[in-house]
Nanobody, 127 residues
Framework: QVQLVESGGGLVQAGGSLRLSCAASGLPVGHYNMGWFRQNPGKEREFVAAIEWSDSSTYYADSVSGRFTISRDNAKNSVYLQMSSLEPADTAVYYC????????????????????WGQGTQVTVSS
């Protein structure tokens, strides 16, 4: 049974930092493309960052590029999202997700292509 469990969310002031963790069981994070998405009530789930299984290439939404860093620790079977220079606009529930890799696959930002999801962790950035 696949489980993705996020942690590390919380309340932080603008300009601050948080590190989200995603602990996986039932699937090896090193064999999947792993992504982070976020969502606010009434809005569509938004791509944040992804890390490719094969060479650990990383991809970011323009809104977080330069501020957020996605990483992976295969030994701990976990994925992380280091968030810095946080802004109130970053407030959302953050989800970890796993995408089955395929040759030539480049749709990392499409939430509908991810097969497994965590339950989410709330991040609130106060101004």
């Amino acid at each position: 049974q696949v489980q993705l469990v996020e942690s590390g969310g919380g309340l932080v002031q603008a300009g601050g930092s948080l590190r989200l963790s995603c602990a996986a069981s039932g699937l090896p994070v090193g064999h999947y493309n792993m992504g982070w998405f976020r969502q606010n009530p009434g809005k569509e789930r938004e791509f944040v960052a992804a890390i490719e299984w094969s060479d650990s290439s990383t991809y970011y939404a323009d809104s977080v590029s330069g501020r957020f860093t996605i990483s992976r620790d295969n030994a701990k079977n976990s994925v992380y999202l280091q968030m810095s220079s946080l802004e109130p606009a970053d407030t959302a529930v953050y989800y970890c997700a796993a995408q089955i890799p395929a040759v030539g696959r480049r749709d990392f930002s499409s939430h509908s292509t991810y097969s497994y999801w965590g339950q989410g962790t709330q991040v609130t950035v106060s101004s």
